[in-house]
């Protein structure tokens, strides 16, 4: 497999890893919703290398589809390279806007994309896909960059997007006229692969159930005729067919009927083929609407009258801002966001966007769910100041409803409700017996189980009275803590609390506290007490011993 080099990319290959878990902080008032809860649909403000991080404890394995919408690198967007890594070279780029005349530009783009794709990945679903948005300027070594993170193998379409329509005529070239959207899985099925995405066949439309017009009234049903020659050419297959007038017909030269003499035989006995109405035409093969797919298979270029375009996209925001001026020149329709989830989705899967921008997902994925009934759930990250002015903003009004709006559902408003997250303070480890910058139980608690387990966190399980946080496929994952420095200096794992934890029920008790005053190493008091399983990690340096 080929890779791409670039500047900086030994330093950021593993960046990801480093970086630190942030907490989430829930914002009330900002929310829309009676409980604010990482479960609902979430917005979230902050920067999203940091938020996709925080995310992990919650929703690693999780996402059934990503879309992202990351700047194109133009020159003209003002987008500044800030993610703090540790070297000199890169804190130098800090906060410069990249323009067209930095000669780094590339580098740095694909330096803020790699660890943000790498963290994307290991959010998706096992059968989850991710399709990202771009155009001329970058999307050859996106193309690359992606076949390094989610291999070659899992490519599955460069998709064209017909994104206006009318020409350019003052373009030097050409006229410019569509985008990509690149769509890979993260497991790709083919040959013993058993697990893996399977994209969803299209919706059909009148449009398409109109092709079957039935113009003899077969009582079988409705029906439309297709081509019964093929091009890749079969000496056995090119003969000659006596129609029921009798003309005899053969193939286009270069061509031959599609199947055997036999078959075609057969076909005519069961009334399958059409010779027109005077029964003297070139032979078609008749296929009945009552046999075809429920679906339409996706085709690899999207044009504006099916997924709408850039103007049309500026058009639903104003409808929905018509008091707000918007910074958003290049936003994307309803229509091609909705198109990726219908693609990729059931009914009840996670969205992911983290360059969310003005909130198309999100309103996307609420329109989808009126329409079909489903409970599908969008999560944003936003790390520009409008997250709640205009991102979050959206999203409130497509749910109560836009007045001025032409479609009724919008009009009425698309329902559904959302919780609202600031990126918090770091969760720093080293930090916690000094009572630093101290965490909430909860999102310490997210912290440790996912970082001891590596499974899904789940905040309803835990019970801070007996200390217990939740269980994993094997152990049950225990902590005594508080965001207060006199009880992390005085509270132990002692034989007391030892003996009030949950009866051994086979799977080990990691319990994490900041100290112990009990031996756990003698097998006679283990017994005695009954203090079987359990296995003490200290705050905060075992975490990471236990996953491994």
Same mark, same amino acid.
């Given at each position: 497999?080929?890779?791409?080099?670039?500047?900086?990319?030994?330093? @950021?290959?593993?960046?990801?890893?480093s970086v630190k878990y942030h907490q989430l902080v829930p914002v009330k008032e900002k929310s829309l919703?009676?409980?604010?809860?990482l479960n609902d649909n979430l917005i979230i403000h902050g920067d999203n290398l940091k938020a996709l991080k925080a995310l992990l404890p919650t929703y690693a394995g999780k996402v059934k589809c990503i879309y992202i919408d990351p700047p194109y690198n133009t020159g003209n967007e003002k987008w500044a390279y800030n993610d703090n890594v540790n070297s000199p070279m890169m804190k130098d780029w800090l906060g410069k806007v990249v323009d067209k005349d930095d000669l780094t530009r590339h580098d740095k783009w694909l330096c803020m994309m790699m660890p943000r794709l790498k963290l994307l990945r290991e959010l998706l679903s096992e059968d989850g896909v991710i399709f990202i948005s771009c155009d001329d300027n970058e999307q050859h070594r996106l193309r690359i960059t992606l076949d390094e993170v989610f291999q070659e193998r899992n490519f599955i379409c460069n998709i064209i997007w017909q994104?206006?329509?009318?020409?350019?005529?003052?373009?030097?070239?050409?006229?410019?006229?569509?985008?990509?959207?690149?769509?890979?899985?993260?497991n790709k099925i083919e040959g013993d692969t058993t697990e893996g995405w399977i994209r969803n066949l299209l919706p059909r439309s009148e449009s398409h159930d109109k092709r079957y017009s039935n113009p003899d009234n077969d009582p079988r049903g409705l029906w439309a005729s297709s081509d019964l020659t093929v091009k890749t050419y079969n000496e056995e297959y090119d003969f000659p067919i006596t129609t029921p007038s009798g003309r005899v017909v053969n193939p286009t030269k270069g061509r031959c009927w599609s199947t055997s003499k036999e078959s075609i035989e057969k076909l005519i006995a069961d009334d399958r083929i059409w010779f027109g109405k005077k029964q003297s035409n070139i032979p078609r093969l008749k296929t009945f609407l009552s046999e075809v797919q429920e679906g339409i298979v996706p085709l690899s270029i999207w044009t504006y009258d099916?997924?709408?375009?850039?103007?049309?996209?500026?058009?639903?925001?104003?409808?929905?801002?018509?008091? @707000?001026?918007?910074?958003f020149d290049t936003p994307k329709p309803v229509k091609l966001i909705k198109r990726i989830i219908q693609l990729s989705t059931n009914d009840d899967d996670v969205i992911l966007d983290s360059f969310a921008g003005s909130g198309t997902t999100a309103h996307a994925v609420l329109d989808l769910n009126k329409e079909d009934g489903g409970n599908r759930k969008f999560i944003l990250?936003?790390?520009?100041?409008?997250?709640?002015?205009?991102?979050?903003?959206?999203?409130?009004?497509?749910?109560?409803?836009?007045?001025?709006?032409?479609?009724?559902?919008?009009?009425?408003?698309?329902?559904?409700?959302?919780?609202?997250?600031?990126?918090?303070?770091? @969760?720093?480890?080293?930090?916690?017996l000094e009572g630093n910058k101290l965490p909430s139980y909860e999102e310490l608690a997210?912290?440790?189980?996912?970082?001891? !387990?590596?499974?899904?966190?789940?905040?309803?399980? @835990?019970?801070?009275? !007996?200390?217990?946080?939740g269980e994993s496929r094997a152990y049950e994952v225990y902590l005594f803590?508080?965001?207060d420095l006199e009880y992390l200096k005085n509270t132990a794992l002692t034989l007391e609390r030892a003996k009030a934890l949950k009866p051994f029920s086979g799977k080990k008790r990691l319990v994490f506290a900041p100290a112990k005053f009990l031996d756990l190493s003698d097998s006679e008091f283990i017994?005695?007490?009954?203090?079987?399983?359990?296995?003490?990690?200290?705050?905060?340096?075992?975490?990471?011993?236990?996953?491994?």
């Open positions: 497999m080929v890779n791409i080099n670039f500047k900086g990319k030994s330093i @950021i290959q593993n960046h990801h890893l919703t009676e409980k604010v809860s994104k206006k329509f009318s020409p350019q005529n003052d373009s030097t070239y050409f006229s410019d006229n569509h985008d990509f959207v690149i769509c890979y899985a993260k099916e997924v709408g375009h850039n103007q049309e996209a500026k058009q639903e925001l104003k409808v929905i801002f018509s008091d @707000i001026k918007l910074p990250v936003e790390c520009e100041d409008y997250a709640d002015e205009l991102t979050a903003e959206r999203v409130r009004r497509v749910i109560k409803g836009v007045k001025n709006a032409k479609d009724k559902n919008l009009k009425e408003g698309l329902g559904g409700t959302f919780s609202y997250f600031e990126l918090g303070d770091p @969760i720093e480890m080293e930090s916690i997210r912290y440790v189980f996912y970082t001891a !387990t590596g499974e899904e966190f789940d905040p309803s399980k @835990i019970d801070e009275d !007996t200390k217990f946080i803590y508080k965001p017994d005695k007490h009954g203090l079987k399983g359990i296995e003490f990690c200290q705050l905060p340096f075992e975490i990471y011993r236990i996953k491994g």
